[in-house]
């Protein structure tokens, strides 16, 4: 080392550092490699630097072959001792020259309070520093950097970097350059730029990894930093190898891509609806309208983002919908667990429209549909959203809502809550709020005021940029609260059956547990909720047009066919902000599986049935379920035989869950032992039930059969018919409509058996409903329920080898039990006392609670 002054000897060898001591306030860092000639006017423009602030120069030569780099870089100490200092290394490559310059700096001089990256090609004017210093200073902890716009000489173009900090929009472009000042804060939290990566961007990785550490960046308009632009060199380079150093750094931040931190983010930064609610002289920007992670506005100043952002999309933003809606239809459409999939439903839907119209009705209780169209807006539309770039078009022309009304959508949706009254039209309050945009635009300043270009996407386009990061279309706009965890329970339709029951209790428990259970329906746009459903649930969700069921016509799997999802973009967008996901027969969600667990899902398959065509073909979830197993972190199955069927066909047991069955709804207090009472007094016919669907796969044909075999029996059954299609008649039975779960243990303990005739079964909860109000099942062998009765005992398992085996079967035990109340009696008091036995649904739940409860949060 050549020495004449008292800089200590830290980290790489100090070529030189001549004269007093000084401590600085700033350090600029600038490695030096292969442009010996350009250096000495990147050290200069250091030293004219102006103000009271006390700057040094650190150079670091990274190993330069060329002597002329050394020459210059000892030229410039020798005349600037105690101002500028040289560090010379081993070739490192860009990242490791800067983490050399910032170490050596950091420990030389305590006092420095931030750090400046300068290439050796590039220039200061003459204030930056002092300015940057000042902002830095003045903006307290959580800046951790102060960065200029693009200035660029030699191929000269200049663009701006105006507007906020938003870390939303840096995982998506790079915009802040690598010459920027940064705070001490920012190197002390650990903060390095990785040596790894040599082919570029990595100035962007550090930015972001500073921000994952909860620092932000902040513009400094008109800083005067000269980007030297020459044809080739690194950043061109890197543009060409962008899509590969991009999906490297991506794999690096999986923590900064988590769907919900995005919209946290989004939320806080960038939000996609501007609420405009009736009555209110606010504006409300916000991603979930029950959670705002901004201030409101008045009116007038959210009219003045509108009409910046026209003029500058790049620097100000502007929420890219426009959301009217009155106080009573957003209560109303969150009482009914509707807001979040209204919102998103018409997010997609203004895609090919520039207004959306909302209308909300209700047909009965637990009842809720959508149903969408195109065409002119309904006048009664109780909340209405506009494209922003739409609306604010015909506001700067003075048009009228007329206008901006021509390419429409709507939603009408059924709400399963009742409506006290109709909410309010809001299209009166659109058209005044056009008015008054118009006046706005009318006043504006004629000047645009920023000369610059700018090659940033417009901030309005933010939410598109999912796509790019994680995959997804139109993201759900639902930002978890805080506390706890969201999971999305889904099935391909709900209307009251048994899955959707176990389905219902799996919600009520993991509430319980602190989940928030959210509802998705993926092949219907309707479903039926019990008051305990509705409650349960966070939210339901309906899904894109057309669902995601779709089966692949060309692919299958073990002979059934594999899902065919027509938009998965969408679909994934819309399980984005979910913790975790139980698939329940829900096909198409194993088209999603894999992606979300990419995005640290935990998933998971239910498991309840067997499926099989009339034929005995394998048909739908359980073999397509084999084909993505890969896909899922776990499988949950409701009885110890599709265990063993799962582990037969492949699945690791130790990814398998059991939960067996249980009653779907807990009895009314005293009315099994009124039951069971009432059973001991009981003579005349023997009465006989049937519930369930009205189809084949329930063996209604056999039920008719067995029926006109036994015509001294007393016959009841309730039940609904597949897609509305009621069977034939079958003589002498009258059919029930389904009854809710009062009504259910009124028929169960009014019959003395439950028939059950099916061609293939699960786990029925029928079984256990109604052992438990002492009603004997009879129950066609299939499925697990032989896990659920003891033949003979609880109950009788019928078998057989075809249709008429298996009817005179049934036939003959319901006139041995008609003839012998004794041993019905005694097959009823064993029912209910294993009724009684059965654990409660957070005892048989807990595996799988244990296994998501210990996932780990992403």
Not at 409 to 427: E, G, K, M, N
Not at 464 to 489: C, F, H, M, N, T
Not at 821 to 839: D, F, M, N, V
Request: glycine share 10%; hydrophobic share 45%; charged share 20%.
């Amino acid at each position: 080392m050549e020495s004449g002054g008292t800089a200590p000897c830290i980290g790489p060898s100090i070529e030189w550092g001549i004269g007093p001591a000084i401590a600085p306030d700033v350090a600029v860092i600038i490695p030096a490699w292969r442009q010996p000639a350009l250096l000495a006017e990147a050290v200069l423009s250091v030293l004219a630097q102006r103000g009271a602030r006390r700057i040094a120069t650190v150079i670091v030569d990274d190993g330069c072959p060329m002597p002329e780099t050394r020459e210059v870089a000892l030229a410039l100490a020798r005349a600037h001792p105690g101002r500028v200092f040289l560090l010379r290394q081993a070739n490192g490559g860009l990242s490791a020259a800067r983490n050399a310059g910032v170490d050596f700096a950091l420990r030389a001089w305590p006092s420095c309070r931030a750090f400046f990256m300068l290439d050796a090609d590039n220039r200061l004017g003459p204030w930056l520093l002092d300015r940057a210093a000042a902002l830095l200073e003045a903006s307290g902890p959580r800046i951790g950097w102060v960065y200029p716009d693009f200035d660029f000489f030699g191929i000269a173009e200049h663009g701006s970097a105006a507007g906020e900090h938003s870390l939303f929009l840096h995982l998506l472009e790079n915009t802040c350059d690598a010459g920027s000042l940064v705070a001490r804060a920012v190197f002390e939290a650990g903060l390095r730029f990785d040596e790894t990566m040599r082919q570029g961007f990595e100035d962007w990785d550090f930015w972001l990894r500073a921000a994952e550490a909860g620092f932000r960046g902040r513009h400094l308009p008109m800083a005067g930093f000269r980007y030297r632009r020459r044809a080739g060199g690194m950043r061109l380079e890197a543009e060409r190898r962008r899509a590969g150093i991009l999906a490297g750094m991506r794999g690096r931040q999986r923590r900064l891509l988590d769907p919900r931190r995005l919209l946290a983010l989004e939320s806080a930064e960038v939000p996609r609806f501007l609420l405009l609610r009736q009555g209110s002289e606010w504006a409300e920007p916000v991603v979930d309208a029950l959670r705002p992670a901004r201030p409101a506005l008045p009116r007038e100043a959210a009219r003045r983002a509108i009409v910046e952002s026209s003029r500058h999309p790049q620097a100000v933003h502007a929420p890219p919908f426009l959301l009217f809606a009155s106080e009573a239809a957003l209560e109303a459409l969150a009482a009914g667990k509707l807001l979040h999939n209204a919102l998103w439903q018409a997010e997609i839907l203004l895609r090919q429209a520039d207004a959306v119209g909302i209308t909300l009705s209700t047909e009965g209780p637990g009842h809720l549909a959508l149903e969408r169209s195109e065409g002119a807006l309904p006048e009664d539309a109780a909340l209405l959203l506009f494209r922003t770039e739409a609306f604010a078009e015909a506001a700067a022309l003075g048009s009228l809502l007329g206008s901006v009304t021509r390419r429409a959508a709507s939603l009408a949706i059924t709400l399963p809550v009742p409506l006290a009254d109709a909410p309010p039209s809001v299209a009166p309050d659109a058209a005044a709020e056009l008015a008054a945009l118009s006046e706005a635009f009318a006043t504006r300043h004629p000047e645009h005021g920023e000369w610059r270009g700018d090659w940033r996407r417009p901030r309005a386009r933010a939410h598109q940029g999912y796509a790019e990061l994680i995959g997804a279309g139109a993201v759900l706009p639902w930002v978890s609260p805080g506390e706890g965890r969201d999971i999305a329970l889904a099935v391909p339709i709900f209307e009251l059956g048994g899955v959707e029951r176990v389905v219902t209790n799996y919600a009520r428990i993991l509430r319980e547990r602190g989940w928030r259970p959210h509802l998705f329906v993926t092949g219907a746009d309707s479903a039926r909720l019990s008051p305990d459903a509705l409650a349960a649930f966070e939210t339901v969700q309906l899904p894109q047009r057309g669902g995601i069921e779709g089966r692949d016509p060309d692919t299958s799997h073990l002979g059934a066919p594999l899902p065919g999802v027509t938009n998965a973009r969408d679909a994934l967008g819309q399980f984005a902000p979910m913790h975790a996901m139980l698939a329940t027969h829900a096909q198409g969600a194993h088209a999603l599986a894999g992606a979300l667990r990419g995005l640290g899902t935990t998933t998971l398959a239910g498991l309840h049935v067997i499926e099989r065509e009339l034929a005995g073909a394998p048909l739908g979830n359980p073999h397509a379920l084999l084909a993505h197993e890969g896909a899922y972190d776990g499988v949950v199955v409701v009885s110890e035989g599709l265990r063993r069927w799962c582990i037969a066909q492949g699945i690791p047991g130790s990814k398998i869950d059991v939960v067996p069955n249980g009653p779907g709804q807990p009895a009314a207090p005293g009315a099994a032992a009124a039951a069971m009472a009432a059973r001991a007094e009981r003579e005349g016919k023997l009465r006989a039930l049937f519930i369930g669907r009205l189809d084949p796969q329930k063996g209604i044909d056999r039920l008719r059969d067995i029926v006109a075999l036994t015509p001294g029996l007393e016959w009841r059954a309730a039940g609904r018919a597949v897609l509305d299609r009621p069977p034939e008649p079958i003589p002498g039975l009258s059919i029930e409509p389904p009854a809710d779960p009062a009504g259910l243990d009124a028929l169960l303990a009014w019959a003395d058996v439950l028939v059950l005739p099916s061609r293939f079964e699960g786990s029925p909860l029928t079984i256990p409903e109604a052992q438990r109000m002492g009603c004997v099942p009879l129950v066609t062998r299939t499925g697990a329920v032989d896990e659920m009765i003891a033949d003979g005992v609880d109950g009788f398992i019928i078998g057989g080898r075809g249709d008429p085996e298996i009817v005179s079967a049934f036939a003959a035990r319901l006139s041995a039990l008609a003839a012998d109340r004794t041993a019905l009696r005694a097959a009823s008091a064993a029912a209910y006392a294993r009724a009684a036995a059965l654990p409660g649904w957070g005892a048989r739940m807990a595996p799988l609670l244990d296994r998501i409860d210990k996932a780990p949060l992403p």
